[in-house]
């Protein structure tokens, strides 16, 4: 990711050819520490959701910013673009019946239903269409009793390869780093890193040479196990693929969704 320099918070940044990595602003301006509604918001849509509202809020979207998720996402604007959007994260029946119950989604799914795109279930998984949230499928085998197989990441990484050539957008969520630093449990954080590791050089090592790569996410935690809440810490931005220019000026995850449009407004 950082040109073969040691992953450390003293490493800058850089951008070469189809290659970018910095760090980016996740605290927006609002004091407190930032939170995954408020910062998802503003990661899909390009708007400062906790601005909006005053405050960072979470884990849930703010009912003063779900039309932020609503109407402005970043999967409708690509679509008013006539890009298809998929989201690959696949989710257990229990989910469903929770959501449902309590009207409560996150938001990443609240974006992709408003979107008019299905969310992923058990049967997708069993098609190799679709991932579970820890990538290797051992936790719905082992703690839901989900008949299906454990993989190994990098077959996960293959499944995304081959969900790429019918997407012109997909979108990856991965937030067991997030739980791993909640806990302050090194172990823990050392298993579901090494997991994304995986995962992600098997991206970056197969994936077609017209596709980009984005990473990034809607604020710190697991860089810091002295702390179980969030951080002030910047976040990673890294694009590996033909849109990585368009990051170049990106400060604050405010702007990865406009940056993702503009690329595909000049295509």
């Known amino acids: 990711m950082l040109g073969n320099k040691p992953f450390i918070s003293e490493s800058e940044g850089f951008y070469k050819t189809n290659h ?75 989910f469903f019946e929770y959501a449902k119950k309590r009207n409560r989604w996150s938001c990443t799914t609240l974006m992709t239903r408003k979107a008019g795109i299905p969310l992923n279930r058990v049967e997708d998984i069993r098609q190799g269409r679709a991932l579970t949230a820890e990538l290797t499928q051992e936790a719905w085998r082992d703690q ?9 990441p990098e077959k996960a990484a293959n499944i995304l390869i081959k969900q790429s050539d019918k997407y012109d957008l997909i979108l990856s969520e991965y937030y067991l780093s997030d739980k791993a630093g909640h806990s302050q449990d090194l172990a823990d954080a050392e298993k579901v890193l090494g997991v994304y590791d995986r995962f992600l050089a098997k991206l970056i090592n197969n994936k077609p040479t ?28 890294f694009s590996m693929g033909p849109a990585s220019e368009y990051f170049r000026k990106v400060e604050s995850i405010m702007g990865v969704t406009p940056a993702i449009i503009h690329y595909f407004k000049e295509q």
Not at 75 to 90: E, G, P, T, V, W
Not at 144 to 152: E, M, V, Y
Request: glycine share 8%.
């Open 210 to 237: 017209d596709t980009t790569i984005i990473l990034s996410s809607d604020h710190g935690n697991v860089e810091d196990l002295s702390t179980k809440t969030h951080t002030l810490n910047n976040v990673p931005l």
């Open 20 to 94: 970018l990595f910095k760090t980016i602003d996740a605290t927006l301006g609002i004091e407190g520490l930032p939170q995954s509604g408020t910062g998802q918001a503003t990661l899909f849509s390009g708007v400062n959701a906790a601005k909006e509202i005053g405050k960072h809020f979470g884990p849930y979207p703010h009912s003063g910013i779900r039309h932020l998720l609503d109407k402005k996402s970043l999967f409708q604007k690509a679509q008013r673009l006539d890009k298809s959007c998929y989201f690959i994260n696949a989710y257990p029946n229990a």
């Open 144 to 152: 839901l009793n989900i008949n299906i197989p454990t993989i190994q």
